[in-house]
């Protein structure tokens, strides 16, 4: 079993549209937990992280760990064209461990 | 100020043939980390530095596969007799120090094609 199973699907949306993206993991020590986005031929960057469970909000942008279900979610509100990137979860110490990447394209 | 640079950005080589993929890390950055990332896939870990030493190397695939970082700055990837399953796009992060709390800043990778 991999540590995070994130459903490799691609996602397209029109502008304005709330994006929801969903990762799990298997092992229940992990507190920290992130979510990347990857630009077409970039390195991942940081978007947002959340330690241990709840929600953190930043603009347009929620995260949203359940560590009972280890269920962490991601959510786009009022998405833009510039969202369009690949949103990669990870959670780990150290040695990161992410899941496969949802491509999403946001059609203006 | 300047992010995690590569290089080079792209690399073409034969089948068999050595390569060496570098990595200058954020300035003052003591944890450095390489990951691999195949064709739609997520990063999958390979080896992690703290300073100079090598702390966790268990991600390599095989020993054909070689990292170092002798000065604690500077880090070389080197794969050695290469195999088409090698390429991928080999990504560096470095972060300011160890923990789970330290984020970790990217590269924009080396893309490796064996042929």
């Known amino acids: 079993q991999k540590e995070v199973e994130q459903d490799p699907g691609p996602l397209s949306v029109p502008e304005g549209a709330i994006v929801s993206l969903n990762c799990t993991y298997s092992?229940?020590?992990?507190?920290?937990f992130m979510w990347y986005r990857q630009y077409s031929r970039k390195g991942p960057e940081l978007l947002m992280y959340?330690?241990?469970?709840g929600n953190k909000e930043d603009g347009r942008f929620t995260a949203q760990v359940d560590k009972s279900s280890k269920y962490i979610s991601l959510f786009i509100r009022d998405s833009q064209p510039s969202d369009s990137a690949t949103y990669l979860c990870?959670?780990?110490?150290?040695?990161?461990?992410f899941g496969k990447g949802n491509q999403v394209v946001v059609i203006p | 100020g300047a992010g995690v640079s590569q290089s080079p950005r792209y690399k073409v080589a034969k089948r068999g043939q050595d390569v060496a993929l570098r990595c200058d890390p954020i300035s003052g950055h003591v944890s450095l980390f390489w990951y691999q990332q195949a064709l739609g896939q997520g990063p999958e870990f390979l080896t992690y530095?703290?300073?100079?030493?090598?702390?966790?190397k268990s991600g390599l695939p095989s020993d054909r596969f070689f990292a170092e970082r002798p000065e604690g700055s500077v880090s070389t990837l080197k794969i050695q007799r290469t195999q088409q399953e090698d390429s991928a796009v080999y990504l560096c992060a470095s972060s300011l120090s160890q923990g789970f709390k330290e984020t970790q800043y990217f590269g924009p990778g080396t893309r490796l094609l064996v042929l």
């Open positions: 092992n229940s020590a992990f507190q920290y």
């Open positions: 990870a959670t780990g110490n150290n040695r990161l461990a």
């Open positions: 959340t330690y241990s469970s």
């Open positions: 530095f703290q300073n100079e030493a090598q702390l966790d």
